[in-house]
């Protein structure tokens, strides 16, 4: 297993993971996912088992303390400088789910966020995944106002 920062030459495995894990009215398109690791590389991280991408956890720098909307699709709000470490998408191959790879993926994420002094990691998600973020830290901060997919999502945040 591998933990490393993902780049454009992963663009393609990094599309089949969203596709796969994401209903189509929240999945990033190329175009986005291209776009996000062009600004924010470092902020973007995959997991490798025998060299084969299995999945990723990727958001931008923020001083919002929640997950707005214009997040996912526009690049230039990412503030390298901000307070907050968000996440727009945490996913791992169907094939390789329930063993521990999401969870590595946000131990790193809140590892490196410790480590650049964030002041936490925001996040949306959806009731059924309350309680798995909780299990790493996030507290329920309610009813997001984001409607990302037209779908109802919750503020997950953890303070560093």
């Given amino acids: 297993m591998n933990i490393r920062n993902a780049n454009l030459s992963d663009l393609e495995s990094l599309y089949k993971i969203e596709t796969a894990c994401f209903p189509a009215n929240q999945a990033a398109s190329m175009n ?4 996000r690791l ?3 590389s470092q902020h973007f991280w995959l997991i490798e088992d025998h060299g084969e991408i299995i999945g990723f956890i990727n958001g931008m720098i923020t001083n919002n303390d929640t997950v707005k909307d214009e997040m996912f699709g526009d690049v230039e709000l ?3 400088d901000g307070s907050w470490q968000s996440v727009f998408g945490l996913a791992v ?3 390789f789910q329930k063993q521990g790879y999401a ?6 994420l809140i590892h490196v966020s410790a480590q650049k002094k964030r002041k936490g990691i925001v996040l949306t998600c959806e ?3 309350i309680p798995y973020y909780e299990k790493f830290g ?3 901060a309610g009813l997001s106002a984001s409607v990302h997919g037209g779908d109802v999502f919750y503020d997950m945040r953890k303070e560093l």
Avoid: I, V
């Fill in 32 to 35: 986005t996912l291209s776009d």
């Fill in 78 to 80: 990412h503030t390298e």
């Fill in 103 to 108: 969870g590595k993926l946000l131990h790193h």
């Fill in 138 to 140: 996030f507290l329920n």
């Fill in 127 to 129: 009731k059924h995944l």
């Fill in 38 to 40: 062009k600004a924010y």
């Fill in 93 to 95: 191959l169907p094939e």
